[in-house]
């Protein structure tokens, strides 16, 4: 059975939830692995990890993108995988911030901190998104 409309929060369910999950990867991507280098003066954050970041934006982009547009919805388990890995990049985003604390502009700050914000609470829409719509529940 799909899981296909139910568990809608903000118009979003647990197949449009992957859809505007992997746009918000690629935005990252492209933030993070294009556009922040350029500017790297102004951010601080080494060039590498900036690729690193927006190499990990791609994965999670296609990894949303193709249960979009190739599954059925019938597994309960994609949106938790989903979940973890943009708390994972979260948490290395965290890091980094910590390691090149010294290094990391306000520009940085603030763009690595909004972004820590809004992928958390993409998660929790996810969350609530999953709990409703999960065979568990």
């Known amino acids: 059975r799909s899981l296909r409309g139910r568990g809608r929060v903000f118009g979003l ?3 449009t939830i992957f859809a505007f999950d992997g746009v918000g990867a690629v935005v990252t991507a492209f933030c993070v692995g ?13 060039v590498d990890k900036l690729y690193a970041m927006g190499a990990l934006g791609v994965v999670f ?3 949303s ?6 599954s059925n919805h019938d597994r ?3 949106l938790p995988v989903i979940m973890n890995l943009n708390l994972a990049y979260c ?10 604390f010294d290094q990391i502009q306000l520009l940085g700050w603030i763009y690595f901190v909004g972004e820590i ?3 958390v609470a993409l998660v929790g ?7 409703r719509g999960s065979y568990a529940a």
Do not use: N
């Not at 948490?91 to 090149?100: D, P, R, S």
């Open 125 to 131: 829409v996810e969350y609530v998104i999953w709990k």
């Open 34 to 46: 294009v556009l922040l280098p350029i500017f790297h003066d102004y951010i601080g954050m080494p």
């Open 61 to 63: 982009a296609c990894y």
């Open 91 to 100: 948490l290395i985003t965290a890091v980094f911030l910590w390691v090149y």
């Open 76 to 78: 309960d388990w994609y």
């Open 65 to 70: 993108f193709s249960i979009f547009f190739f």
């Open 117 to 119: 914000v809004i992928v």
């Open 13 to 15: 369910d647990q197949r």
